[in-house]
Structures are given as C-alpha cells and as structure tokens.
C-alpha cells in the first residue's frame, strides 16, 4: 500500500520569501502525485499533479514541483510566496492499479507573515 | 455554479442523533468519495462508490453508512452521532480515464459538524 509524509506540520514564511515545501512518498512502482492546497473555509484545490515525463511540473498561482525518483520525494516550491498562499497543503500519492484511491498526507499548514 | 456540492456547510447535533449529510455533483463523474478532516491527521476516506451499484469502506467506516441515491448523489449518514464525530467532512468526485486526469479529485467546499 502507499503511504505519504509530510514531515512538517507549519512553515512560517515571510511574505516575497522562497518556499519549499516537502513530500516523501512509498510505493512499489511509478506513482501518480498531487498536491492539493485548501484556502481557510474552502474545500481543496489541485495545484498540481505529475503522472509522468518530465520531472519538474509546473502549476497554478506559480507553484511548482520537482519528482525524485532516487529520494521518493515531491516538494513543492514557490520563488516569492504572497500573503494569500497562507493555507493547508496536501501531498497524496495514487497508486498505479488496485483501487486508484489516493493516499493523504496529514498537511503542512502555511502561515506567512507581512 | 459549483461542481461539487454539500449540504449542509455547518451543522450542530447533539448525541445520539441522526444526522446525513449530502453530496451532489455535476461533474458527471462515477466515483465519489467521503472523508473526514481532523487538525493533524489530515484526511482520511470513510466510503467511497465507483458507481451507483457499489459501495466500498474505507479506512475509517465504523458508525457511518452511506447510500448513493443516482451518479450525482452520494449521502453520508450517523445513525447515532457521538462527540469524536465532529470533524470537517469532505465529498470528492472523480473519474477513472487514462491519461492525465487519472486519479484527480473534485471536493466539495466540505460541511463542518459539531456534536455536543
């Protein structure tokens, strides 16, 4: 079965400040990634999603993220995070065949001060 | 419109009530899905249905049912709500195709339960 970490819980940034944040993953072959961003009151979004082909998937509101193989990890990035970024973000990882359900990470809340 | 609808967004219950709270979706997708969200744990899936005629547990099913009423309806119910229920609860749709929407999930703007 799949499994993701989200080893950290906050990340306090400043706002124009880069972020990074990380997703470990387990599973047996090629898996299919997300990450998921949920706006305070609001029900999760798709930022971005890697299947396959290139490694460095570019998403909305200038998130990118960056699939390595060798470490079974999806960070996600930002250049210059804005004061609207501040949510909940969620990693999950779908598996290849079976059931197809996709597997949440606990999320990494995003706090950005001024 | 939202694609992905529930009913209702906040709801306070006391114990031992009934309680079902309600999924419809436009999407036209076969698969739906419930979850719940507690601080910390992130979401974890309660049922989920590929299609009408089927329904599947998911991690977290005890003290919860639920019945898919036609492909847009999918409704989660407490028979008898107790206080460790009150959590965030998510609907989410998708569709199973090849290609790069596999595995992607719809969700609702989720209904916060609380019960006393």
């Known amino acids: 079965a799949q499994s993701v970490t989200q080893p950290d819980i906050h990340i306090t940034v400043s706002e124009g400040a880069s972020l990074e944040l990380r997703c470990n993953y387990s599973y047996g072959a090629t898996p299919y990634l997300f990450w998921y961003v949920q706006s305070p009151g609001q029900g999760l979004q798709l930022l971005l999603k890697y299947f396959s082909g290139d490694t460095l998937v570019q998403g909305i509101k200038g998130f990118e993220a960056e699939f390595k193989r060798s470490q079974s990890s999806f960070n996600l990035r930002k250049p210059s995070v804005h004061w609207s970024d501040a949510a909940e973000y969620f990693c999950a990882v779908g598996a290849t065949g079976g059931s197809y359900i996709p597997t949440f990470g606990r999320g990494t809340s995003l706090i950005v001060h001024p | 419109d939202a694609d992905v609808t529930q009913t209702p967004r906040n709801r306070i219950t006391k114990t031992g009530k009934r309680i079902m709270l309600e999924c419809s979706q436009t999407k036209g997708h076969d698969r739906m899905y419930w979850y719940r969200q507690d601080p910390g744990l992130g979401l974890r899936l309660i049922y989920y249905?590929?299609?009408?005629?089927?329904?599947n547990k998911g991690e977290i099913s005890d003290g919860y049912s639920v019945s898919r009423q036609a492909q847009a309806k999918f409704s989660l119910s407490l028979e008898s709500a107790i206080p460790n229920q009150t959590a965030l609860y998510f609907c989410?749709?998708?569709?199973?195709?090849?290609?790069?929407?596999?595995?992607?999930?719809?969700f609702g703007p989720g209904t916060r339960l609380t019960v006393l």
């Open positions: 249905s590929f299609d009408v005629k089927d329904i």
């Open positions: 989410a749709t998708s569709d199973l195709q090849t290609g790069s929407s596999y595995n992607e999930q719809f």
